[in-house]
């Protein structure tokens, strides 16, 4: 199975189609935060093709509510809140905003792969047997947007420019 991996798009509306595009061949989406406005929330439901979204709040989420009835619209949505436990093909995934909550999640051997942003960085470091990552921002605040793929056969993580 591949997981594509999305965070910070803050209202990129141009990255977030061409992540999207690039997500074609991945069975779910996970986005870790910061999408901002609702209209992010019917477009990511339009644009996915119905393939499962999870989504967790970040810092800068706007008009909740509204984010909320949008996404009621679109069934493959699952707005998950501060934190999303997910089990894909096996693979025990937790997700997040925060670099500070993900390490601890990482380390409490409770999950096979963390994901998170907020520091619009891309990371992949290993915590014991957990994979730690950050797809990065597709904002493009930073210069270079960018979001990552996970196979769960492999384990591998595969950060791609977007």
Known sequence: MKIAIMSDSHDN???LEAALEMAAGSDTIIHCGDLCSPFIIDRLGRLSKEKPV????????????LM????????HITLHGQLAE?????VR???NHYPEIARPLAMSGQYDL???GHNHTAHCSKVGNCVLMNPGELMGMKGQAT???????????EHADV
Request: proline share 2%; aromatic share 12%; hydrophobic share 40%.
């Open 13 to 15: 509306i141009w990255k």
């Open 54 to 65: 999870h989504v967790i709040w970040g810092n800068n989420e706007g008009d909740i509510r």
């Open 68 to 75: 909320c009835k949008l996404a009621s619209g679109h069934p």
């Open 86 to 90: 997910l089990e894909c093909d096996g």
């Open 93 to 95: 995934i937790g997700v």
């Open 114 to 116: 963390v994901c998170y």
């Open 147 to 157: 979001m990552a793929f996970f196979d769960t056969e492999s384990g591998q993580v």
